[in-house]
């Protein structure tokens, strides 16, 4: 399909309500099948990692407008990450019928669409790395069923591609175990500093070279990107919302690339917080429904670790954390080498073949790692222990303590002066932007 926009709305302040989205998005769906031609839909949301991006709320729509026989699959873009419970499915989907949901195997339920060669990486990668790269979506995308590929998701700082979605809903939400390795090790030895929260990046290079040469192997894909913001405490009184709630600033719907560079432009300024003075304390929440993880929940490392002060502390609050890994096999690998800083986990990748075959949790490892600049403090709640939490490389922190002295209901997103005087600056979800200094972002 050629470039089509059929909605590009927002701004910094705007608070999009589910009315305007309902309707903005059931007429760019209604133009989106009328020019795509025949065949059933394969909707392609996140999971319940990203239930604050309206995509559960648009694939009700989709089942609403099209009805299930238009529809071959809901496929969330799992990626690596444990399949949703019935639960989470209620609570994400709540409109669409259980069995319109399928489950994607990144490691075995995979097609190959081609291979970018050696030579363009090394030269995208400036060098960081030298593979090839293989083009792997779910057999599902290759149904000979299908008219439209409807991707939903929320654009927002990443720290393997520097923006999320777009094609990396594709590539790596729908993408195979080499894919998935690959790339994440290259956007990890090119250097997570230098690539979050901008939108060109080599790893999104990667990505949208492998569009470029395979799309026609593909249905039509409908882009449906959100950009998302936290309200602040005036902003959620006004709305009569709970403080900290999420406010969609921003829809984008089209065809191309087009639609991803102004959500990208959008959620730059939505998303990125840029600090004039580097925090000595930061204090992170991870909601019990959303991080169970270190896998996930060291978003609050990811996203925080350009904000933090030299000899500074993470302290992150994480009372569901039950386990590091989404699957055993991954869990296996962070319990035996750790968070580990990066020289050191390239050595492991050069000389551990366990590690060099799982290079997506090798780049999770490093991204994970205070470098000695600063240290994680994680204070899990009853499931996992603190010997866990130490050998993984943490620093281990009382819940209970840190839940009394640091009142998650009480703080306010950004700064806030403890009644003792200790200045702290507290994020609520990590994965709704990225903080950093601003020095130090604009040197990266």
């Known amino acids: 399909m050629e470039t089509v926009i059929y909605a590009a709305l927002g701004g910094e302040g705007v608070d999009l309500s589910a009315r305007v989205l309902d309707e903005v998005f059931s007429r760019a769906l209604a133009g989106a099948v009328a020019d795509a031609g025949k065949g059933r839909a394969l909707i392609v949301p996140p999971d319940v990692t990203r239930f604050h991006s309206m995509a559960g709320f648009f694939t009700d729509i989709c089942v609403r407008e099209l009805g299930a026989d238009r529809i071959k699959a809901v496929l969330p873009a799992l990626g690596t990450h444990q399949p949703m419970t019935a639960a989470e499915l209620a609570r994400m989907f709540p409109a669409t019928p259980a069995g319109l949901v399928r489950v994607h195997d990144w490691r075995n339920d995979v097609v190959e669409l081609g291979r970018i060669e050696e030579d363009w990486i090394r030269d995208v990668t400036g060098g960081a790395v030298s593979y090839d790269w293989p083009v792997q979506v779910n057999r599902m995308l290759r149904d000979a069923e299908l008219g439209l590929v409807v991707s939903i998701g929320q654009v927002v700082p990443h720290e393997v591609i520097g923006m999320a979605n777009h094609t990396k809903n594709i590539f790596v939400g729908c993408g195979g175990k080499e894919a998935i390795d690959k790339s994440h090790f290259a956007g990890a030895a090119y250097g997570m500093e230098r690539m979050m929260g901008r939108a060109d990046t080599p790893v999104r290079a990667m990505f949208d070279e492998g569009f470029r040469r395979y799309h026609n192997d593909l249905p039509p894909v409908l882009w449906v990107l959100t950009v998302v913001g936290t ?28 639609c991803f560079e102004k959500a990208a432009a959008l959620a730059r300024k939505v998303n990125v917080d840029l600090l004039d003075e580097a925090p000595k304390k930061v204090v992170v929440y991870l909601e019990p429904e959303e991080f169970r993880t270190t896998w996930l929940g060291n978003k609050a490392v990811y996203r925080t670790r350009m904000a933090i002060a030299d000899g500074g502390e993470l302290l992150i609050m994480a009372p569901a954390l039950e386990r590091f890994g989404e699957d055993k096999g991954v869990d296996a690998l962070i319990r035996k080498y750790g968070y580990r800083p990066a020289a050191l986990i390239r050595e492991k990748v050069n000389a551990e073949p366990d590690l060099a075959e799982s290079l997506s949790a090798a780049a999770h490892l490093i991204h994970g790692c205070g470098e000695g600049r600063f240290t994680v403090r994680y204070c899990p709640g009853h499931a996992i222990s603190r ?16 839940s009394a002295r640091y009142d998650i209901d009480r703080l306010s997103l950004g700064w806030n002066t403890m009644d003792d005087g200790e200045r702290i600056f507290f994020v609520p979800n990590p994965a709704m932007g990225l903080w950093a200094e601003r020095r130090r972002f604009e040197a990266a």
């Open 387 to 402: 010997a866990e939490i130490e050998s993984v490389g943490f620093e281990w922190g009382d819940l209970a303590e840190a």
């Open 231 to 258: 309200r602040s405490d005036a902003e959620a009184a006004n709305a009569g919302k709970p403080r900290g709630s999420a406010a969609v600033r921003g829809l984008f719907i089209g065809f191309g690339r087009e």
